[in-house]
Nanobody, 120 residues
Framework: QVQLVESGGGLVQAGGSLRLSCAAS????????MGWYRQAPGKQRDMVAT???????NYADSVKGRFTISRDNAKNTVYLQMNSLKPEDTTVYYC??????????????WGQGTQVTVSS
């Protein structure tokens, strides 16, 4: 069983910054891609940013130039630095990891979600 624990969400004014962290733990053999997604109530979960084990990144158009994803493979942790936040960034953010776990094979694990609220 692999667990993802997120931290760093909260309330910030428009134009401010937040840094999200997500640490994976458990019987992990390896982690391939990691990423951040967000989901508003009643809407689908959308990709915000992803990063491969080798460091290649991909961003949603709406966050390019404002958000930066990074990871620490030794710590099985992924980060999302969010700058120039806008009210429309307000929602729940989830981290995801494509894991290869001992005795469980390959699957995508999800965090529990962290609320980000940007006030205008």
């Amino acid at each position: 069983q692999v667990q993802l624990v997120e931290s760093g969400g909260g309330l910030v004014q428009a134009g401010g910054s937040l840094r999200l962290s997500c640490a994976a733990s458990g019987r992990i053999f390896s982690i391939n891609a990691m990423g951040w997604y967000r989901q508003a109530p009643g809407k689908q979960r959308d990709m915000v940013a992803t990063i491969t084990r080798g460091g290649s990144t991909n961003y949603a158009d709406s966050v390019k130039g404002r958000f930066t994803i990074s990871r620490d493979n030794a710590k099985n942790t992924v980060y999302l630095q969010m700058n120039s936040l806008k009210p429309e960034d307000t929602t729940v953010y989830y981290c995801a990891a494509d894991v290869i776990a001992y005795n469980s094979g390959s699957y995508r694990a999800w965090g529990q979600g962290t609320q980000v609220t940007v006030s205008s």
